[in-house]
Every structure is written in structure tokens, then in C-alpha cells.
């Protein structure tokens, strides 16, 4: 297995002791990101769309570092702090993840630093 944690630039630096990804065999599991300032490390002002689209933009810079795309990705897990958030963050993930969409779970869960929402991902970079 490999474990990457990746210098503050487009991907926050981890607040916690985790790797921001980690890489068994043909898949890569991200860890759950928050919409954090990738200078600052502090949570991004703005709701659930706003918050949504920031921890996707991360997860894709993760994903990025190792060569893959959010196309690749197979499963993700989107927690809420409101689950009575879902729509609007439903729709802000379906205008930036592509289809065909991954299976998804979205639990509500208590999050830390105030943040709205956290994603993580699994992606896939074996063969088609």
C-alpha cells in the first residue's frame, strides 16, 4: 500500500492523522474532505452548494496527484451535518461529478469546524 499526503496548494494540509489518500492494488480511497481554504486550512465561508463544490474541487486535486480524474471514481460517501440539505447539495454535485454517476451513501453526520459537508471517494485506476 501506498499512503500520500500532499503539500498545502490546491489540497489542504490534513488537520489529523490521516494521508489524504491511500492506494491498495488497483484503488485509491480519499479521504473525507471538507471545504477548507488551501492557504488558511480554515473552513470556507458559504452553504451547502458552495461547501460542495469546494471539497469536490479537493478531491479532484487529490486525484489529480495521482493521475486520475473524477470519472474514475466508484463509490463515494457524502456526509451531511443536514440531511434537510441533501437537494441543494445534490445538485451541485450532479453539475460537477460526471456521469455515470458513482454509487453514492449520504448520511447525515456530525462534522467538525462547522463544515456542511465532507465527501470521500474510492476510485478505480485498473483497466476498463
Do not use: C
Not at 500500500?1 to 488497483?26: C, Q, R
Amino acid at each position: 500500500m501506498e499512503h500520500y499526503s500532499f503539500p498545502a496548494t490546491a489540497i489542504p494540509k490534513g488537520y489529523g492523522a490521516y494521508s489524504h489518500a491511500v492506494v491498495a492494488g488497483d484503488f485509491v480511497f480519499v479521504a473525507g474532505q471538507t471545504a477548507r481554504d488551501s492557504k488558511t486550512g480554515l473552513m470556507i465561508p458559504g452553504d451547502v452548494t458552495v461547501q460542495t463544490r469546494r471539497s469536490l474541487e479537493i478531491v479532484e486535486a487529490i486525484l489529480a496527484e495521482l493521475k486520475l480524474t473524477l470519472a474514475d471514481v466508484v463509490r463515494a460517501t457524502v456526509y451531511l451535518a443536514n440531511v434537510a440539505d441533501w437537494d441543494e447539495m445534490n445538485r451541485a454535485y450532479s453539475e460537477i461529478m460526471p456521469a455515470p454517476y458513482p454509487a453514492r451513501s449520504t448520511p447525515e453526520a456530525k462534522l467538525p469546524n462547522g463544515a456542511l459537508v465532507s465527501i470521500e471517494v474510492t476510485a478505480f485506476r485498473g483497466s476498463r
